[in-house]
């Protein structure tokens, strides 16, 4: 696709309650964002058009990228199954958004949600610049997206879920049917659980950025616990340095605000499961694009030259 410097190239990026969407100029520019309701429960097909009426609002002509949550089969676009979007399941999301768009099939690409956050921070965000880097997203669960030599590595379609990478075998039960994964130990619900557990407040909304700015000005029980958190995150990332030898990591979602807090206990957590001393290290980043790096990320396969 050859484009002119004032067309516009849109992002879709579907959420489990709501879906952003964006337009951004061919140099990465954003021009314009949103966010669109999209009725899941009136059914797939009125959310399609609903995102086709966005797309077509915010200017997208003739290409359109979008991320979705869930089990995807790339090499078609085919949503195998989506558990925050029961009408999303067995769903031929590609060929359906092509075909009310009245694009190509070529011209639409759909990306798994992480995948697509993760090529939006090493294009504009956190990561730029980094070739080789590890995506992590700390929100209700903890996604990745892993791209190596500068390219989205998707492996048969599901790497980079260092989410479900487990920690602790003996562990409590995991969304994913394995126990211990760091999910269960180190997303913003974890933590939330975990701090509850030794008696700090962490159910009201907030409550996680109180305890982060606790742990910050002192050595109390804040500190420790995420200190523990982190080490149990760094454990997660220990077999991920044993086998890609990754340096950077870029963290996104609710919780990533705690990186600094957390920044310790990861070092020492990747130590105690990888070797030859790489925890120190790490790069360890923060995300800079918030809640706009997945439809940024989506539209960026679409932009001339930056489909990778
Ligand atoms: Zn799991």
Redesign the pocket.
């Known amino acids: 696709m050859k484009g002119t410097s004032d067309e516009r190239w849109v992002g879709i990026d579907i959420g489990g309650t709501t879906i952003k969407a964006g337009a951004m100029r061919g140099d990465g520019t954003v021009i314009e964002e949103s966010t669109i309701e999209p009725g899941y429960a009136k059914g797939a097909a009125h959310a399609m058009d609903e995102i086709v009426r966005e797309a077509r609002r915010l200017g997208a002509t003739r290409a359109l990228g979008v991320g979705v949550p869930g089990q995807l089969r790339r090499a078609d676009g085919f949503v195998v199954d989506s558990p925050n979007i029961p009408s999303f399941r067995a769903l031929p999301l590609r060929e359906e958004l092509a075909k009310r768009m009245g694009f190509a099939l070529e011209n639409v690409v759909v990306e798994n949600d992480a995948n697509a956050a993760a090529l939006g921070e090493q294009w504009l965000g956190g990561a730029r610049g980094s070739h080789d880097v590890l995506m992590v997203t700390l929100g209700t669960g903890i996604g990745g997206g892993l791209i190596l030599g500068g390219r989205l590595y998707a492996g048969a379609g599901m790497a980079g879920e260092v ?2 990478v487990v920690v602790d075998p003996n562990g409590l039960a ?5 126990r211990g ?1 760091v ?2 130990l180190a997303s913003a619900t974890a933590a939330r659980r975990r701090a509850i557990a030794v008696n700090l407040p962490a159910s009201a909304p907030g409550d996680l950025k109180l305890l982060a700015a606790r742990a910050r000005a002192g050595e109390g029980a804040e500190r420790q616990l995420l200190f523990e958190i982190g080490r149990d995150l760094g454990r997660g990332l220990g077999p991920v340095i044993c086998l890609l030898d990754l340096e950077t990591f870029v963290f996104g979602g609710g919780f990533s605000g705690a990186l600094d807090t957390l920044e310790a206990g990861i070092r020492v957590g990747a130590d105690e499961r990888s070797y030859g001393g790489r925890g120190a290290k790490l790069r360890l980043l923060s995300a800079r694009l918030g809640p706009s790096a997945g439809w940024i990320g989506a539209a960026r396969p679409t932009v001339p030259g930056q489909r990778i």
């Open positions: 989410g479900h995991c969304g994913c049917g394995g994964c999910e269960t």
